[in-house]
Each structure stands twice: as C-alpha cells, then as structure tokens.
C-alpha cells in the first residue's frame, strides 16, 4: 500500500521516496559511529581481552544479549539468547614431556618445543605411546574428487604416521593437482590429524615447514603451548589419535636419515600421483602429563525470524571472544583484540540494527551468531555446527566476520577462498553495485579458508562465504594498504596493543557492512539453496543434504 502511493507521489516526492526504500533505511543504520562505539566498549580494558570462560566472557556476552533486545530480536535458541558450549581445557607439563625414535641404527630423542610440539586431545591425566612402528605416509590425504590415497594399500592402526603439511599441488605449483598453489582443506593440519585418528593411528606427526604452513616454527611452539581449549565429545575425545604434533623440518630430517631415507626424495615422491606409503623401520615412544579442567562458555544467538518461511535461516558469524589477559607480561596484559573481533563483532550488531530498520523482515529468518572460542581453534562455531538451532540443510549460507578494514574506503573486496561456492556470484553482484569489485585471495596458499569461523559450517557442508577487507584504497591505493597490513601483523596481531584507535578509517567497514547486508538480504528474501561448485571438497555433502531435505516424504 504505502509502496504503490510512493510510486504514484514519485515524481512529486523524491525525497520521501527514497526514505522509504526499505534498503537504503538499512544501509543507513551502518554508520562508522556506530561501529566506533561498539568497538571502543568489547575492546576496553573492562572486557578483559574477552578470554572464553572469563569475567570478560560475562561482560561480553551480558552487553550482546542486551544490544540484540535492545533492537528487538528474538532469543535465538529457544527461550535462550545463549548457547552454552562445554569446554575442555587440557594444560601440557612441558617438564613431563618425552619423546624418542628407535631404530637399528641408534635412538634419537626431540626435545618438546624446540624441535617438536606435541599433545593429546584425550581427556587423559597421562598418554604415552610407546614403541609404535613409523610410517612415513606423505601428505597424509584420502581425497576422492582428486583422485588421492596416501593411505592406500597400507594398515597404520596402532602405528605412527608422520606427514607433510599442505598438499601435493602446492607442493608442485601443478594446477592438475588438487588446486594447485592455493592450499585445499587437505592441506590444513586440523584435517591430517583427524584423518590419522579415522585410519586409526596411534599418533600422528607433521613435518614443519614455513612456507607450506603458512607460518615459522614459532607460531607452531606458541600455539600449543599453556592451556589448550577442546570440545568433547561422547567418546571423551578417545577416537583422536594418542598423540599428535609437529616435528620442525630439521629434526625430521634426522629422524629420516636414522631410517636410512632421504627426506628431500621422500617428498619429491609424495607429491607424485600414485604414491605408495613408506614403512620407516622406526619405532616411536612419547609420553605426556595433563591437567584437565571443565569450562563453560557460550554462542550467543539473536533472530529475526523469516516472514514467510522461518524454517529456512541465513546466519551472520563473528567471534566475540580474543586472547584475555596474560599477568606474566610487563606492563599492558590485556590482549583487547579492538580489530581481532571487536571490528567484527560490531559489525554483527550494526546489521542485526540494518535489519531490525527494515520495515519488514525478509521472508527467511536471519540469526545474529556471536561465537565463542574462535582463537583456540573454531571451538564454538564447531559446536554450534554440531548442535544446530536450525538444522544444516535449512541454513542458507553463512556470512563471516573477522576483522574489519578500518583503513578507509577500497575499491575492492576480499573473497577468502574465491572460487569455492556460488555464493561469490552474490558478492560479486553487491560490489558492482556499489561500483565495486571482487578481489580473490592474494595468499590462497597460506589456507586462510580455513582458519576462522565460516570454515566449521563448510565442514558440515553449508556454504559458507568469508570476505575480508580490500586492498585498494580509494585515495591511497594498494601498496599503502599492503604497508600498513604488514605493519598491523607485525606490531599488533595478537598483542595487547591490538587497540582501538579513534584514527581508524571505518567508512570502508561501512560499505563492506552493506555490501554484506546485501547479500544477506536478497538469499534472505529469495528461495534459492547456492551451493559449493562442482569439483569442491563440500559439494557432495551439501548435494547429500539437500537431496533428503527435498525428496518427498516416503509412505510408509
Ligand atoms: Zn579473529
């Protein structure tokens, strides 16, 4: 009614009708003070650097619950804003820590940290395994759409597999193999650990390598040491492999020598199609002491359910949780994580206060997801992945959040993973209309795609899109960008001065807000399922679901 007297008045009242275009009023309720403001209150010092299971949580979690009400969306699971993600935390004594590889020409033994980091995911006090036969099992991949078994022909239960990272046609440049340079799902340590536990080794070790991980040893040595967060499953995390961890390239170099291998030909091989396993003829020992603590910490969720089918749910993820406070560290210890997800979580509120402007909500539901426990490893989207509201094969797509551009406005965006589902089609029709354009990812080699949030719902097959700033600044251009990128990663990633600064830029996170908005409205209001592209490690899991979402009900 009010759209037909609008179009009759429109020559009359230009302005009043554009007010009234539902989607300028949402794009207008993203402002840069708006995210300024929200930042300023998760990144201070009273939110503790928001450490999951910390008061930090509480404060968090206390002022989403309330912004989300404030805007009148609905709780988002149940009668409940939260969802409580059970946590275990499992803390290594580095001074317990051995581990030794026997063979007919001596023993070899790697000191824990310097030169090899391992863990067990068990809920164990003590896990040793003790002189388990070495199989060296190249890039440890069992992947069918690219015609890959590094398992095939050989039986590793009760041994130990020791791996490459990355896969094979990183490892070539060859782009017949797999995707070539940019790293697949296959290259991620998280999925060659999990493979090892499915073929049922006792332990499982990765070679380190810079370039092919994506980062030096030291990130490998900082990231598993003091209290590791896991989530546990029925099994008490009993099917993961007794132990896991990384070897550096120079301690596996020994390790192969002892053997009576090269290394170097090793790896030449297991980049080769048809290679075969290799039996080490070593013997492995390792053992570890824990101390095991259960937290609890918690996904917040708001929704805005869908006017027509409210079955049917597109999800916007941002983690809300960073580092905490490390009282061991000289003068500032509270790590405030203003960009690392202040900016994202702010984004999450400016769109849940974009579609609360509409005049009315889209015909599927969008759910408003802060999670939890992204910096120890995907843990609360994991479980929110695992333990639905909305069941995998009525979510839409998920769009993600983590880190915003909060150095002005670019000509581009970043598509994190470009070319792996439909929904980049989206992206790249939002951008034009903003008189814009898609940027792939520059480093697909170094995996980003896997490493935050939307990646734990592509695991259970929903499409998942992650767009990360752009680099070409509208005034200052791309190498300024990549400059002052650099100097970011390098100053304040992960420290305690990652701080709000009154002179970041935030009309760039404005625009990438609506453009995010955009996208999110039209799989909102349409009845589309997009889907990963054909050759994609997810689309036959997304097909299957799909297919029994929409076959007709059997009689019985
Ligand atoms: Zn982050």
Redesign the pocket.
């Known amino acids: 009614m009010r759209l037909s007297l609008c179009c009759i008045l429109i020559g009359l009242l230009p302005l009043a009708c554009q007010t009234a275009d539902p989607i300028r009023t949402a794009h207008e309720a993203i402002t840069p003070e708006l995210l300024a403001e929200h930042i300023q209150v998760l990144a201070s010092d009273a939110f503790l650097g928001r450490a999951p299971a910390s008061p930090g949580e509480e404060k968090t979690v206390t002022y989403l619950v309330e912004q989300f009400q404030t805007l009148g969306l609905r709780p988002g699971n149940g009668d409940r804003y939260t969802q409580e993600v059970p946590l275990s935390e499992i803390t290594a004594d580095p001074s317990s820590a051995q581990m030794e590889v026997r063979g007919r020409r001596g023993r070899l033994q790697f000191r824990y940290g310097d030169e090899a980091m391992f863990w067990t995911k068990r809920l164990v006090s003590d896990v040793s395994v003790t002189g388990s036969d070495m199989v060296f099992v190249g890039y440890g991949i069992v992947a069918p759409e690219y015609g890959w078994n590094d398992y095939a022909g050989v039986d590793v239960r009760g041994k130990t597999v020791v791996m490459l990272v990355n896969d094979p046609g990183y490892a070539t440049g060859d782009s017949t193999l797999f995707t070539g340079r940019a790293m697949t799902y296959y290259g991620r340590w998280t999925y060659k650990f999990e493979e090892a536990a499915r073929q049922g080794a006792a332990a499982a070790l990765i070679i380190h390598e810079t370039g092919p991980a994506g980062y030096p040893w030291a990130v490998v040595e900082g990231s598993w040491s003091g209290p590791q967060f896991t989530l546990v499953n029925a099994q008490q995390n009993r099917d993961r492999c007794a132990i896991e961890g990384w070897l550096t390239y120079e301690a596996a170099q020994r390790l192969f020598e002892l053997a009576g291998q090269d290394l170097t030909q090793l790896k030449a091989a297991a980049a080769r199609p048809g290679f075969q396993a290799v039996p080490l003829n070593l013997r492995f020992s390792a053992s570890l002491r824990n101390t095991i603590r259960e937290v609890r910490s918690q996904n917040v969720l708001a929704l805005l359910p869908g006017r027509e089918r409210p079955d049917e749910v597109v999800i916007y993820t941002a983690?809300w949780d960073?580092l905490g406070v490390d009282p061991s560290l000289p003068g500032d210890s509270i790590y405030n994580?203003a960009l690392?997800?202040a900016t994202?979580t702010a984004g999450l509120l400016a769109l849940a206060r974009a579609f609360t402007a509409l005049p009315e909500p889209p015909a599927r539901s969008v759910l408003f997801l802060a999670v939890t426990a992204?910096?120890q490893g995907l843990l609360g989207s994991a479980y929110y992945a695992t333990h639905p509201v909305f069941p995998p094969e009525k979510t839409v797509a998920v769009l993600n959040m983590?880190?915003l551009n909060v150095l002005g406005p670019m000509r581009d965006v970043t598509v994190i993973g470009y070319g792996l589902s439909e929904l980049d089609d989206y992206a790249a029709a939002a951008a034009e209309a903003q008189g814009r354009y898609l940027r792939p990812d520059p480093e697909p080699e170094k995996g980003y795609y896997y490493r935050?949030d939307h990646f734990s719902f592509a695991r259970v097959g929903i499409p998942a899109l992650y767009l990360d700033a752009g680099i070409d600044h509208v005034t200052h251009g791309s190498e300024w960008t990549l400059a002052r990128r650099a100097e970011y990663v390098e100053r304040h990633y992960h420290k305690p001065s990652d701080e709000y600064d009154p002179a970041w830029d935030l009309r760039g996170a404005v625009e990438d807000l609506r453009l995010f908005f955009d996208i999110g409205y039209r799989l909102a209001n349409g009845t589309d399922f997009p889907n990963w592209r054909e050759g994609t490690p997810f689309r036959a899991l997304r097909d299957r679901q799909r297919a029994q979402a929409t076959a007709p009900p059997t009689t019985p």
């Open positions: 983690h960073h994580g690392d997800n994202g992204e910096e983590d880190g935050s």
